[in-house]
């Protein structure tokens, strides 16, 4: 058995996120009804991360097992040619037996892009979250290193989704301001679920100048979902990059 | 009659480019039913450009003449609500009775985008045009060097349209490099049909190592379309802005 390690790029818009449902498109059952097409045999592929519907990525990381003797690399043209040309293989090689693509990950990068104007962006839509107010991005900046470190991050997490523990480390989170655009970049060993878009959204808060950067850390601390911000819509998110 | 200057961003992927045709769901068709579904009068839109089927532009001007008594700053978000999500007005204006956005205009800027990587983008599929070998983009910049000035570009445009003359002026022509994302720049009185997507093709084979630098004024002065490069795919293509 060869354990295959795939980085990949989609385009979220048209699924229903990463793992399969009953009903809907989802990224991972596209892309193993294209193994299974390629290989002709039955494979369970995992993924790092389940992302929702309409969150994109651009170093996703998936895994499957299999015995078929199509060299390692040569998985990465073959399931190309398979999938739709919104979900890209970017690299397929072989990992050790004990690689988990989910388990063995030590960290992750996400982004989140904001499109700051009066109107909508028509060319962008489905990558640029609309925020027609113009947001004070210095004290955003400022409300970030108040989440830098490891935190009981229960005020940020949705309800749904059963975790041991709610602690979390984040070890960077910044902005990219460049005019109309403000990226937010945040790395960190985990995430709970919906984390990063509740944190833009209290970073939201913090550029209408409704929360202080310092109110950060009582946020935090009350562990209390309802005094963080809103989450916000999937189409600003992408999956950068995973760490093992 | 008041004189209506539009500002547009589109996403030219699903409309048969800007002017109306027979068949086929176009920019300007759609723009004027929005319009005439607001003023219920008839109108006819005037565009700057002939955007081809699949071409974006982040500035396309329109203009058209109405009676209507709705303040021309109004425009805008009235017809972003009456507007599919992938056509945008950033700006409405009033501008005085004389004002063409076709014939008035002085000069245009677009852009082209390339990604130069092993494997296409699925994010960006409709935006950037996929090139598989890496290109010399320093090669590429040389050549820009010689497209600039005041020259006939009959060697750059493809056949169809009528133009009393060939002869167009480009003040600039320049390369933005970062990662695997190359974005060409070109400003210039005018465009023949085709002529940015046919330069872009013929900085490719460049880039190639296909045309030395200094072989374009060869290209320019021989007229000969058969010279010059390929017509690239007009997903690369976005129109930025007019001026007048």
């Given at each position: ?80 040619y398979r999938l ?13 037996d004990d690689f ?145």
């Open positions: 058995m060869k354990n295959i390690k795939l980085t990949l790029e989609y385009d979220g818009t048209n699924y229903q996120g990463w793992q399969k449902q009953k009903i809907g498109e989802t990224i991972q059952g596209t892309l193993e009804r294209a193994i299974e097409e390629l290989i002709k045999e039955e494979v369970e592929v995992t993924g790092s991360s389940r992302t929702d519907s309409g969150v994109h990525a651009k170093g996703f990381i998936a895994n499957f097992k299999t015995e078929s003797t199509i060299p390692s690399n040569k998985f990465r043209e073959a399931l190309n739709p040309e919104d979900i890209v293989i970017l690299k397929s090689e072989e990992v050790s988990h693509s989910r388990y063995s990950a030590k960290g992750k990068t996400y982004s989140y892009s904001i499109i700051n104007r009066d109107v909508p962006s028509a060319i962008y839509r489905n990558y640029y979250y609309h925020v027609k107010k113009k947001l004070n991005t210095e004290a955003m900046e400022e409300a970030c290193k108040y989440f830098i470190g490891t935190h009981d991050f229960n005020a940020f997490k949705s309800s749904g989704g059963s975790v041991k523990t709610t602690v979390r480390t984040i070890t960077d989170l910044h902005i990219e301001h460049s005019g109309d655009i403000i990226k937010i970049y945040v790395t960190g060993d985990g995430f709970l679920y919906n984390m990063v878009r509740i944190i833009v959204g209290t970073l939201i808060m913090v550029g209408n100048n409704k929360i202080k950067p310092c109110k950060i850390k009582d946020i935090i601390d009350s562990k209390d979902r309802k005094k963080a911000g809103n989450c916000v819509p999937a189409n600003g998110l992408i999956l950068e990059e995973v760490y093992y």
